[in-house]
């Protein structure tokens, strides 16, 4: 719930921003640089800095829709993202290896200041391993778990190495074979077809991201 309540507040606050940018307020602009000396006395004008929104590279930690949590990067091509999650868990007693990675691609469609609206894709695959001892010997069985992800992402930049963001959308996703390996709710669910929308782990994530360059 404490999930679901932060994620509303991060997409009513870029909608309210949309909202005040429709109306034709114009955006906050620095003002331009006075170049002439100043005057003995004269104080000096601070000029208030906003955070740089043009990022290149960060790594931070996140989860996806589907309940995929860990490592996070995140690559900018001009207005296109590149995002991708990464988790892995191996000699564990039950189950032996568990391995999971997603990659997606946003759109920044809206910039209102320092926060990013950004509607994307994504596809995400888990994979685990069980074990078990039968007479004769130990047995392997798999779990696949596939992914579609289709969320609505809003980052907020917080100065110029730090951001923070969230996602709402919906899910579509196959267990291919075992049960589900995407996150804790999805396990014990048998092999089949899924969409999910209100899911506790599909109603947002949250996640940060310290920017390298």
């Known amino acids: 719930m404490r999930k679901m309540l932060i994620c509303v507040v991060l997409l009513a606050s870029a909608a309210a921003l949309a909202q005040e940018e429709e109306r034709g307020s114009a955006p906050r602009r620095p003002p331009p640089e006075d170049k002439r000396p100043p005057l003995p006395g004269e104080p000096a004008v601070a000029v208030e800095a906003e955070p740089e929104v043009h990022k290149l590279f960060g790594v931070g930690a996140g989860g996806t829709m589907s309940g995929l949590r860990g490592i996070e990067a995140e690559i900018y091509l001009a207005d296109v993202m590149i995002d991708g999650h ?50 004769g010997g130990e047995i392997v069985a798999s779990s696949v778990q596939v992914a579609i992800e289709t969320p609505l992402r809003v980052e907020i930049y917080l100065g110029d190495l730090f951001s923070v963001h969230a996602e709402l959308g919906p899910v579509f996703t196959f267990i291919t074979q075992g049960t589900g390996t995407l996150g804790q709710s999805w396990a ?5 077809v899924y969409i999910e929308a209100t899911h506790t782990d599909l109603i947002g994530t949250l996640g940060f991201t310290v920017f390298l360059k």
């Not at 892995?88 to 469609?109: C, E, I, W």
């Not at 014990?188 to 089949?192: E, L, M, P, R, S």
């Open 188 to 192: 014990g669910v048998a092999k089949g």
């Open 86 to 135: 990464f988790a892995l868990s191996l000699f564990n007693q039950d189950p032996k290896a568990t391995f999971g990675a997603a990659v997606g691609v946003f759109y920044r469609l809206k910039l209102f200041r320092f926060v990013a609206l950004m509607p994307g894709a994504r596809f995400a695959l888990g994979y685990r391993t069980t074990s078990g001892y039968v007479p």
